[in-house]
């Protein structure tokens, strides 16, 4: 089993920061890519960003300039920082593993909020 755990959402203001942090663990002795995802309310989940194991970042069009992604491959960490939060980034969040021991496949966290009000 694979237990993927999220942290760090919340409630910022538009303008604001907020860092999510995701952490990998159980039986996954190889990561491929590690991203998240969000989904808001009434909308289908879309990729905000992804970051291979050799480090090459794919970012949505929204987000580009404001969030970064980042992953440390010893701990098995994937961190999302954003930056100037728009209302319009309001969602729950989904960190996403595509990894495992023998069989690799996607995991996906729990979802933490990510509420900016304007």
């Known amino acids: 089993q694979v237990q993927l755990v999220e942290s760090g959402g919340g409630l910022v203001q538009a303008g604001g920061s907020l860092r999510l942090s995701c952490a990998a663990s159980?039986?996954?002795?190889?990561?491929?890519?590690m991203g998240w995802y969000r989904q808001a309310p009434g909308e289908q989940r879309e990729l905000v960003a992804r970051?291979?194991?050799?480090?090459?970042?794919n970012y949505a069009d929204s987000v580009k300039g404001r969030f970064t992604i980042s992953r440390d491959n010893a701990k098995n960490t994937v961190a999302l920082q954003m930056n100037s939060l728009k209302p319009e980034d309001t969602a729950v969040y989904y960190c996403?593993?595509?990894?495992?021991?023998?069989?690799?496949?996607?995991?996906w966290g729990q979802g933490t909020q990510v509420t900016v009000s304007s």
């Open positions: 970051i291979t194991s050799g480090g090459i970042t």
């Open positions: 159980g039986r996954i002795s190889r990561i491929n890519a």
């Open positions: 996403n593993v595509n990894g495992g021991s023998i069989l690799l496949r996607d995991y």
